[in-house]
């Protein structure tokens, strides 16, 4: 794994991986974003960042600054490369990237049911602060969100 961990790197995300990105959400989200979500993203000038090695896209981060706080959008880990410590490199890439921007704290927003990103979360440092009842679409209605934010 340090040898996989080596050749992968974290770039900008360009308007040209947006079809392998879409890809990706499609396989591990059961109410994936649109390709405009992406598009617009990317137009809106958000930070986005993707995790690849030469023949594979891992993931995925999109996060929005402003002055004193960033939100991260969405991350995103194709199946076959989760449970591998991608997600956190990515996490911590996007926490980085919002202290560089003097960022005070970063939220994200977690579904109730994903207890693997909610225990990376918190593992990071993120803690529990508010939950939007109804936020995401669920199969059977809607499902809260819980807000998570790390003080910088």
Same mark, same amino acid.
Request: with cysteine.
């Given at each position: 794994?340090?040898?996989?961990?080596?050749?992968?790197?974290?770039?900008?995300?360009?308007?040209?991986?947006?079809?392998?990105?879409?890809?990706?959400?499609?396989?591990?989200?059961?109410?994936?974003?649109?390709?405009?979500?992406?598009?617009?993203?990317?137009?809106?000038? %958000?930070?986005?960042?993707?995790?690849?090695?030469?023949?594979?896209?891992?993931? %995925?981060?999109?996060?929005?600054?402003?002055?004193?706080?960033?939100?991260?959008?969405?991350?995103?880990?194709?199946?076959?490369?989760?449970?591998?410590?991608?997600?956190?490199?990515?996490?911590?890439?996007?926490?980085?990237?919002?202290?560089?921007?003097?960022?005070?704290?970063?939220?994200?927003?977690?579904?109730?049911?994903?207890?693997?990103?909610?225990?990376? %979360?918190?593992?990071?440092?993120?803690?529990?602060?508010?939950?939007?009842?109804?936020? %995401?679409?669920?199969?059977?209605?809607?499902?809260?969100?819980?807000?998570?934010?790390?003080?910088?």
């Amino acid at each position: 794994m340090i040898t996989q961990q080596q050749d992968a790197v974290i770039r900008a995300m360009l308007p040209a991986d947006l079809e392998r990105v879409i890809l990706v959400e499609r396989e591990i989200f059961l109410f994936p974003w649109s390709p405009g979500n992406f598009a617009d993203s990317l137009k809106a000038g %958000y930070t986005c960042q993707i995790l690849e090695q030469p023949d594979s896209l891992i993931g %995925y981060g999109i996060m929005m600054m402003s002055p004193e706080e960033a939100h991260i959008l969405t991350l995103g880990i194709a199946a076959d490369w989760q449970n591998k410590g991608w997600g956190k490199k990515m996490l911590l890439h996007l926490i980085a990237l919002a202290k560089a921007q003097n960022a005070k704290s970063v939220f994200l927003d977690v579904r109730e049911s994903n207890h693997s990103a909610a225990l990376l %979360y918190q593992k990071t440092g993120f803690q529990h602060v508010a939950t939007r009842k109804g936020y %995401y679409p669920a199969m059977c209605g809607r499902e809260d969100a819980r807000v998570m934010q790390l003080v910088l």
